[in-house]
């Protein structure tokens, strides 16, 4: 029983407590419930404040616009145009002024674009400018050709006169007309875009008016000044642009003529002048020709007192010492192309010896070229011919045929002694020394079938026979190269890969070599001398070698002589 008296208590303490938290609890909420319901009183009381004030501060300005609005309506009133505003809530001012932003927001958009549609304005005029030149130019150049054609006579071409200041004022007219009707075109689109943008700006105003509850200050239009009508841009610009064509004319014709005042005409009138290209080119071209004819000339030309320079007097000089103090010798030469000659101690005469059979060979074959002689006919070889020094006929036996041709082959590549004899016989002792004579030569067969010879005798057999060979084809060819295989070629100069034709003497203390030397320019050279017993072969290569600078140190002075001549 006592038990659950104690729990019966327990229970009754355990509600009495969960009653008194509750209570605590109800009672902390009222509390906070009590607060917040003033704080709310509160704040309601200042928002009903603040809508007090600010209703009279929009009360106010409401007033003071519709003060403001009625003076406005009453100029309206005078052009026609009924406003009515009354707006209720202010929120609804606020989209309504970003409406009207957006609205003004495309109508400068819509100026950007008459900006740019002006831009490409002057493009286009830029353009026609440009065309408007290329076409004077296309006429120019159309005029200068038929100019050409006419006028070539004088070796001026002259074409039409240009007056500048007519170019300018014709220039200056298109351009005004080009700009003053694009700049129409573009002013009337213009305009009614700002009819457009206006209409739809007041429709929008009427509309913002209705719904706000206060009315909002008419914002200006402002409008773009301009200076004058058709022209979007300063006159300045206009100016410059103007200023610049006309430059730009005169340069072109500057540029591509030559102007030459009239003296005739006091210089009011210019007359241009067109340089043929074509014509200078080839007066050019004939001047280098001409030049091209008096150097080749000048090369071509005989030796004359311009080729004699200080340095050649000076080599001869030493030349003529050198050959005195060291060989008992004639010398003479004489360059091919010039006739340029160099002569030592040529008052001497030489007996001949073998040096002659070369005017057999000339005298045969150039009978044979005019068909006076049969190369081919024969000659009987017998005891008679029984001269000593033969290689060729030793090897023949007494009664034997042999060729007139074989005979000239044996007298100059081998110096046969008896083929010389047979040949003399078949001629005819006076008639080759007739023939001799004819040439020029003085000396020739004098005394026997050898006779004697000078350095000017042996340089016209050899001129002689250099014409030959150069005038007659086959049979020149076949009597060069019995002179080119003749033995004891000392006038070669195998260093230089220069060759030489030639035909030498001997007999006791004489020996002599004559021939040409086919150097750059080939020259004829002619020693003689009384060396045969000493060392002919070095002799003759000596005094070739000496020959050879001087003929090299002449031909160097006349190139260098008309080149001279070609540069004037």
């Known amino acids: 029983m006592a038990v659950k008296k104690n729990t019966s208590n327990m229970k009754k303490k355990k509600a009495n407590y969960n009653t008194k938290k509750t209570t605590k609890h109800l009672n902390k909420n009222n509390k906070a419930v009590k607060k917040n319901s003033s704080n709310k009183k509160k704040n309601i009381g200042k928002d009903i404040d603040n809508r007090k004030k600010s209703y009279a501060t929009s009360k106010k300005k409401s007033t003071t616009y519709k003060n403001k609005s009625n003076v406005k309506q009453k100029k309206v009133a005078k052009k026609g145009i009924k406003r009515s505003v009354a707006t209720k809530k202010i929120d609804n001012s606020i989209s309504n002024v970003e409406l009207l932003d957006k609205i003004l927001e495309e109508s400068r958009l819509k100026k950007e674009n008459r900006k740019k549609a002006v831009a490409h304005k002057n493009q286009v005029k830029s353009k026609v400018v440009i065309d408007l030149l290329k076409k004077e130019e296309e006429n ?44 129409e075109e573009i002013d009337a689109k213009g305009d009614k875009e700002d009819l457009v943008i206006t209409k739809f700006e007041k429709k929008n105003k009427r509309e913002i008016e209705k719904k706000s509850s206060f009315k909002p200050h008419k914002a200006k239009q402002v409008k773009q ?16 642009l103007i200023a610049f064509i006309i430059v730009l004319g005169v340069i072109i014709a500057i540029g591509t003529k030559t102007f030459v005042v009239d003296d005739n005409k006091s210089g009011a009138q ?121 290689f060729y006929m030793t090897k023949h036996k007494y009664g034997d045929e042999i060729t007139i041709r074989d005979l000239v082959r044996y007298a100059i590549t081998r110096s046969d002694n008896r083929a010389h004899q047979m040949l003399v016989d078949y001629i005819g002792f006076n008639k080759l020394k007739e023939y001799g004579m004819s040439l020029g030569a003085t000396r020739t067969l004098i ?110 002075n006349r190139n260098e002589y008309c080149e001279s001549i070609k540069a004037k």
Not at 152 to 179: N, P, V
Not at 343 to 354: G, I, R
Not at 360 to 388: P, Q, V
Not at 540 to 546: A, C, E, L, V
């Open 225 to 240: 000044k301009r200076v004058g009508k058709g022209l979007p841009f300063k006159l300045e610009t206009l100016f410059g």
């Open 270 to 390: 210019i007359k241009k002048i067109f340089v043929d290209k074509k014509e200078l080119a080839k007066q050019e071209e004939k001047e280098r020709k001409e030049k091209e004819k008096r150097f080749e000339e000048c090369l071509g030309a005989q030796s004359n007192d311009n080729d004699t320079s200080e340095e050649i007097k000076n080599y001869i000089n030493d030349l003529n010492n050198y050959f005195s103090s060291k060989y008992r010798v004639s010398i003479r030469y004489v360059e091919l192309n010039h006739n340029y000659q160099y002569s030592y101690n040529t008052d001497k005469d030489y007996y001949a010896a073998s040096t002659i059979k070369a005017l057999d060979g000339l005298y045969i074959y150039s009978k044979a070229a005019a068909g006076e002689i049969n190369l081919d006919d024969t000659m009987t070889y017998t005891s008679k011919y029984n001269l000593a020094s033969s």
């Open 140 to 183: 120019k150049t159309i005029t200068e050709e038929k100019s050409l054609k006419v006028e070539k006579k004088d070796d001026l071409i002259i074409t039409k006169e240009i007056d500048l200041a007519d170019l300018a004022d014709y220039l200056t007219r298109e351009s005004q007309i080009i700009e003053q009707s694009i700049d």
């Open 447 to 556: 005394g026997d079938i050898f006779g004697s010879i000078n350095v000017d005798d042996a340089i016209i057999y050899w001129q002689e026979i250099n014409r030959f060979i150069i005038n007659n084809g086959d049979l020149g060819e076949e009597l060069k190269s019995y002179f080119k295989e003749a033995d004891q070629n000392f006038l070669s100069v195998p260093e230089e890969n220069v060759i030489a034709i030639h035909k030498y003497g001997e007999y006791e203390s004489y020996y002599h070599d004559i021939g040409i030397v086919y150097a750059e320019s080939p020259y004829i050279i002619a020693i003689l001398s009384t060396e045969g017993r000493n060392q002919y072969d070095a002799m003759i290569k000596d005094i070739n070698s000496k020959i050879y600078e001087l003929n090299e140190l002449y031909n160097n």
